[in-house]
């Protein structure tokens, strides 16, 4: 079987990378394991192997319970895979140590001979450090990595809305603690949040590690779209195959953001809007909007 490319998508988080993961995984010519962050390299940067193995776990608990009450044939095979998939990085993360020939097999595996592309997609990625990042292109003859900005407000809002039901505060009353959250990030905390929302350091980052021709920026406001869609199939080398732009991925929990909370959040990031002015000539459509929209 001839080798594969091998792909990452480094996020953004909240930048409409679930979507793409789905039509990737869709797509004859790509193959992508059942995880859809395996969170590889970040568990090895932080060392956190036992935190990404109790994850793993409470997921894959989660699937074994799907699986015992699951009466279709197609959806139980689905959900095994997924907890083969599971168990696979499990066994991966006990090893707690880099291992980079048993994550490769873990992406081949079940690879179908017309499947030109493998690979994942984790928006932590992103917040990876250069060195890192060049440890992840020397893994394969070829490999692409692409990363999608999304409007800064409205990118940091979704995050916060995905993010406060998970927290102890929210489970209640998610709206209050995502408008406590917002608060909080504006006041200088919620560091992890607040990570996210540089895209001057992570484009630095890439633009440092990676070669023009082995990236792809794109835009969210534009992705769901014939151009987009071509630019990152044929960056891939792979062809194009009409997207359902209809459908949309963990949309969240729909909650608008008061325009004084918008006003204060763009003038904070006002230093990442201009970054990518000046890097790509322009804002991309949307982003110029006082009150973008959520």
């Given at each position: 079987m001839a080798q594969a490319t091998l792909?990452?998508?480094?996020?953004?988080?909240?930048a409409g990378t679930s979507w793409l993961n789905r039509y990737l995984t869709d797509h004859p010519e790509c193959h992508l394991r059942e995880v859809k962050e395996a969170h590889y390299f970040d568990t090895l940067e932080r060392g956190s192997h036992d935190w990404r193995i109790r994850q793993l776990l409470t997921r894959r608990a989660e699937l074994a319970a799907r699986l015992r009450d699951a009466g279709?044939?197609?959806?139980?095979?689905?959900?095994?895979?997924?907890?083969?998939a599971h168990d696979a990085l499990i066994a991966l993360f006990e090893r707690r140590q880099a291992d980079h020939a048993a994550y490769l097999a873990y992406l081949e595996n079940g690879r179908a001979a017309e499947a030109r592309v493998i690979g994942e997609i984790t928006?932590?990625?992103?917040l990876l450090p250069e060195p890192r990042l060049h440890e992840m292109r020397r893994l394969a003859p070829v490999v692409r990595f692409f990363y999608v900005l999304?409007?800064?407000?409205?990118?940091?809002?979704?995050?916060?809305?995905?993010?406060?039901?998970?927290?102890?505060?929210g489970r209640a009353d998610p709206a209050g603690a995502a408008r406590a959250m917002m608060d909080r990030w504006l006041a200088g905390g919620e560091a992890e949040i607040d990570r996210r929302c540089?895209?001057?350091?992570?484009?630095?980052?890439?633009?440092?590690?990676?070669?023009?021709?082995?990236?792809?920026i794109l835009f969210y406001e534009t992705l769901f779209s014939?151009?987009?869609?071509?630019?990152?199939?044929?960056?891939?080398?792979?062809?194009?195959?009409?997207?359902?732009?209809?459908?949309?991925?963990?949309?969240?929990?729909?909650?608008?953001?008061?325009?004084?909370?918008?006003?204060?959040?763009?003038?904070?990031?006002?230093?990442?809007?201009?970054?990518?002015?000046d890097t790509f000539g322009e804002l991309p459509p949307g982003w110029a909007a006082q009150q973008p929209e959520v």
């Open positions: 792909m990452f998508g480094l996020g953004a988080t909240r279709a044939a197609a959806q139980r095979a689905r959900l095994e895979r997924n907890i083969a928006p932590a990625y992103s999304r409007d800064p407000v409205a990118r940091l809002w979704s995050n916060i809305r995905q993010t406060a039901p998970t927290r102890p505060e540089d895209y001057r350091g992570a484009l630095e980052r890439i633009f440092a590690a990676i070669p023009a021709g082995e990236r792809l014939e151009a987009s869609i071509r630019r990152l199939t044929g960056f891939l080398g792979i062809g194009y195959v009409v997207p359902d732009t209809a459908r949309r991925v963990y949309e969240g929990v729909s909650l608008a953001l008061d325009p004084a909370l918008a006003a204060a959040a763009r003038e904070k990031l006002a230093p990442q809007y201009a970054y990518v002015r």
